[in-house]
């Protein structure tokens, strides 16, 4: 049965901004970077506080980076999450902030944020942030983007709250890691490293991948901001095919899911073969 998802309580009628930490400024990471100012300009329109957003990224540009992230050639050596949020400060004129570390591997606690958003391309990263919600506060949101070559998925989820009620955990939105355990899973061992040729690094992904997944998963997230609901909670996107198959909001499905995950702790689907389908 087909339903809806309401906006968490924690954000309901919210004075304040809506605060972000987006971790990775990658591919996925600068795509969603660069579409945000436009959420931010639709939130002021619509009468709401706007965003205030945080970037963790340790790497820096590479010449291989130019090809198909948002760098170009004067970049190369520059953090990433430094380069891009400076640049988006000085042109909409915001107070962004950029941190030039990995997710959990500062010297300070992570930034508080309501919405966390994963851009990371190995299972370590995931694993680490997975355990962050266990250990600390979690925040009310957590939207994954992933992709292989010819395709990527984008999930939002509700990370588990101690402090709610435990029929308010049944109808909350299963996270990726729920859904998927295997993407969290560091004793799985990790995909191949980036290749150092522009054309091997475009025939192992195809441009436009991180755009598309960037750009669908905040429409979705703006209607769900606007609106207070939203039907569906993620897509699967296919470059070959054109289509993009919705994750439908569904407690029911979501309820004896987690009943089986209690009994079966390892069950989980191919994500890949969910992406492709």
């Known amino acids: 049965m087909q339903t809806v998802h309401h906006l968490h309580s924690r954000l309901m009628g919210s004075t304040r901004p809506l605060r972000v930490l987006l971790v990775g400024a ?6 969603v970077l660069l579409q945000l100012p436009f959420l931010e300009q639709a939130l002021r329109a619509w009468g709401q506080p706007g965003l205030i957003v945080t ?9 291989v980076n130019v090809v198909r992230q948002p760098f170009s050639h004067v970049d190369i050596g520059s953090n990433k999450a430094m380069c891009l949020v400076g640049r988006i400060n000085m042109f909409w004129g915001f107070g962004w902030k950029a941190i030039p570390h990995a997710f959990g591997e500062g010297t300070a606690a992570e930034p ?5 958003i994963s851009c990371v ?8 942030i997975a355990e ?3 250990k600390f506060r979690a925040p009310a949101y957590h939207l994954d983007l992933g992709n292989n070559a010819s395709s990527g998925q984008y999930v939002l989820g509700q990370p588990r709250d101690r402090t709610v009620s435990a ?9 990726v890691f729920e859904l998927y355990p295997e993407i969290a899973d560091s004793t799985l061992g990790e995909s191949p490293l980036p290749s150092c040729s522009a054309v091997e690094a475009l025939d192992r992904q195809e441009p436009f991948i991180n755009q598309t997944l960037a750009v669908s998963s905040l429409a979705m997230l703006a209607r769900l901001l606007r609106y207070g609901q939203i039907s569906y909670h993620g897509g699967f996107y296919n470059a070959e095919t054109g289509r993009i198959a919705p994750l439908l909001v569904c407690p029911d499905r979501f309820a004896k899911m987690r009943r089986t ?17």
């Open 55 to 63: 970037v963790m990224d340790p790497d820096t540009v590479s010449e």
């Open 112 to 116: 508080e944020c309501d919405l966390l």
């Open 26 to 31: 990658g591919g996925s990471g600068s795509a």
């Open 261 to 277: 995950a209690k009994k079966q702790p390892s069950r989980g689907a191919a994500l890949g073969k969910r992406a492709a389908a």
């Open 132 to 134: 962050s919600f266990k």
């Open 167 to 175: 029929r308010a955990q049944e109808t909350r939105l299963p996270t």
């Open 121 to 128: 391309d190995t299972r370590k990263a995931r694993h680490q």
